[in-house]
């Protein structure tokens, strides 16, 4: 690790403790994710018991070429409420890292950010074809190069700097040990592994034995990632890996709920539907619908929170042609009486649950 971050973090607190220093007890929080984890559903998320929140990817070339931030400003909102949140980059040169973390955390606007995390992830070919996100794992002197950059512009702000990786680049190329060592030695405070390989995508299993095998070989923070649905799952995951903590992803959409839910026993464990009455369930949706429209004004606000409700809008009897009709509307109040639908048909169907 570079002179200056030992320096600046010998005063505070040792990187390796940096991240877990955030949390009283093993932390579960909402993965990234582009399109999903806007402020307004971070921020829910968090109260309901996601121990912190990550951003969605944002570019930090974009922020390089466009320091007023007019494009990515509406993804970089702090999570709201007191849990620990982190900032998503990505990018494919040490330097632009370096400029982005140093705009940002020269922000007041940022200044509470937590930690900043660094994408190695993202399959997505545009992302990959540019050399970014999980393509950065095809190149580990660059990986080492992005993270020293990183870490040491955020050890000026005294900030963590935590990385996000997959299993490697192929099950011929499984990498994320030595990618994981390489930050380790260049002084990331965390590590996140999904656990599946970049060609993989989201298809197939994650195969938590990489996980294990990342935490055998550093002894910096390991949070595992991938796969967590139901409960019970986040402690197998613990027993079969030691990971330190752990992600939720794709489960979370339009699910805030998930995270006390996984933490129930899993042999008592009742359904979702049990589990979140539809009035609390019915108060999220519209918070979340609300607090985007006072973020991106009703228009934009109506037509994003669409994808956001086919997620929200599941599990019951009827749902298809509900989510079929929350596509129409064009205004808060044409949703809400799509949603009002939504409420009695999900108390219909959970009295019918009741006395199944
Ligand atoms: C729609 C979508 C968007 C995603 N965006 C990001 C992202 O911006 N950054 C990132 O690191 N991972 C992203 N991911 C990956 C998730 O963070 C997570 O690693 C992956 O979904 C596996 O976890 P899960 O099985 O709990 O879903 C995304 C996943 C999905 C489904």
Redesign the pocket.
């Given at each position: 690790m570079c002179d200056l971050t030992q320096t600046l973090l010998k005063d505070t607190s040792d990187p390796k403790e940096g991240f877990l220093s955030l949390f009283h007890d093993f932390p579960n929080g909402l993965?990234?994710?582009?399109?999903?984890?806007t402020a307004p559903f971070r921020s829910i998320a968090a109260r309901l018991g996601a121990s912190f929140t990550?951003t969605?990817?944002v570019s930090a070339r974009g922020i390089r070429h466009d320091p007023d931030l007019h494009r990515s400003e509406r993804y970089l909102h702090p999570t709201t409420g007191d849990k620990p949140w982190g900032i998503?980059l990505?990018g494919f040169d040490a330097e632009d890292f370096a400029f982005a973390i140093d705009r940002l955390l020269s922000d007041p606007r940022y200044r509470d950010v937590s930690f900043i995390?660094l994408?190695m992830?993202?399959p997505a070919p545009k992302v990959i074809r540019e050399g970014a996100g999980c393509a950065l794992m095809r190149d580990e002197d660059l990986v080492g190069r992005v993270v020293e950059a990183s870490v040491k512009q955020a050890a000026r702000y005294l900030k963590p700097v935590t990385i996000?990786i997959r299993s490697g680049i192929s099950k011929e190329h499984i990498n994320a040990v030595r990618v994981a060592k390489i930050a380790e030695q260049y002084g990331a405070s965390a590590v996140?592994v999904?656990a599946?390989t970049l060609d993989q995508y989201?298809s197939g299993h994650?195969d938590w034995q990489v996980i294990r095998a990342v935490k055998e070989a550093v002894s910096i923070p390991v949070l595992g990632?991938?796969?967590?649905?139901k409960p019970g799952d986040v402690e197998k995951m613990r027993d079969m890996t030691g990971c330190d903590g752990a992600?939720?992803?794709?489960?979370?959409?339009g699910n805030p709920f998930i995270f006390s839910w996984l933490k129930e026993k899993s042999e008592s464990a009742v359904s979702l539907l049990e589990y979140v009455s539809t009035e609390d369930w019915f108060d999220v949706m519209v918070e979340q619908l609300d607090a985007s429209i006072e973020l991106l004004g009703e228009s934009v606000a109506v037509r994003e929170m669409r994808s956001q409700f086919a997620f929200y809008l599941k599990g019951f009897s009827g749902s298809s042609e509900i989510r079929r009709k929350v596509m129409e509307p064009v205004t808060r109040e044409g949703v809400l009486a799509v949603l009002e639908e939504a409420h009695r048909m999900r108390e219909q169907a959970f009295l019918l649950y009741l006395n199944r």
């Open positions: 993965a990234p994710m582009a399109g999903f984890t990550v969605e990817l998503q990505f995390d994408n992830g993202c996000k996140t999904h599946r989201y994650a990632n991938g796969d967590l649905e992600m939720v992803g794709r489960a979370a959409r």
